[in-house]
């Protein structure tokens, strides 16, 4: 596709569930990131992949928090045993590896609802 | 720590007014600053961007950003808005080659 996708769009589960939530980079991209939107916020870092390097995990909020990619394809954002506080907006973006900040396009996001 | 204070959370405007938004950072070394713009229903976009060179920068749709050093400011400008601006902004700032810093927004309501 032309841009980053995520999916799913919407995901609603109760709290104490794990989620899974999947990122597609544009084909290329090696830097893939993950950001979260909490109601009110700006966009909080959470990890950062760049190809076979060992990932920036440092802005991940707890251990409940994990990601994984493959290769310099898709991503997965897991959290697991959900909390109300986890609701927000997952967004993924992704960049060319020569590329700055002004080459990261960014996917619609996942709006992820903690009951 | 870095950081990025956006003052205004919500604006609200009449078509053809003014508009600027306020951006500061907190970052002693090398700047680069950015304007994130967030149209309903889509995704994040590049709006404009500083790395060096003029202050003022000219970005999409007429907006221009001016990078005042002294005052560790990037305030957000448009002369006359239009009810298509209406969105959500983000002034961002990133920190080494791996993070943006972003601030915590600016919804904009354009009014015809």
């Known amino acids: 596709g032309a841009g980053v996708s995520q999916s799913p769009s919407n995901k609603v589960t109760e709290k104490g569930k794990d989620v899974e939530l999947r990122c597609d980079p544009i084909s290329g991209h090696t830097a893939l990131y993950w950001y979260r939107q909490r109601l009110g916020q700006g966009l909080e870092f959470l990890i950062y992949f760049q190809g076979n390097s060992a990932p920036d995990k440092s802005g991940l909020p707890s251990d409940r928090f994990s990601a994984e990619r493959t290769g310099e394809s898709v991503s997965t954002l897991t959290i697991q045993r959900t909390q109300q506080e986890d609701s927000a907006v997952y967004l993924c973006?992704?960049?060319?590896?020569?590329?700055?900040?002004?080459?990261?396009?960014f996917g619609p996001g996942t709006r992820l609802l903690v009951l | 720590a870095q950081s990025v204070s956006q003052h205004n959370h919500h604006v609200i405007l009449s078509e053809a007014a003014s508009l600027e938004l306020g951006c500061n950072y907190s970052y002693g070394g090398t700047v680069n600053l950015f304007w994130y713009v967030q149209y309903p229903g889509q995704h994040l976009q590049l709006l404009l961007k500083y790395f060096s060179g003029d202050p003022l920068v000219k970005g999409i749709k007429g907006f221009e950003a001016e990078f005042i050093k002294s005052k560790f400011s990037f305030n957000l400008r448009k002369p006359s808005v239009q009810w298509s601006d209406t969105a959500e902004y983000f002034c961002a700032v990133p920190v080494g080659y791996n993070k943006l810093i972003f601030g915590a927004g600016t919804r904009l309501a354009v009014h015809p």
């Open positions: 973006a992704s960049r060319e590896s020569s590329g700055g900040f002004e080459t990261q396009y």
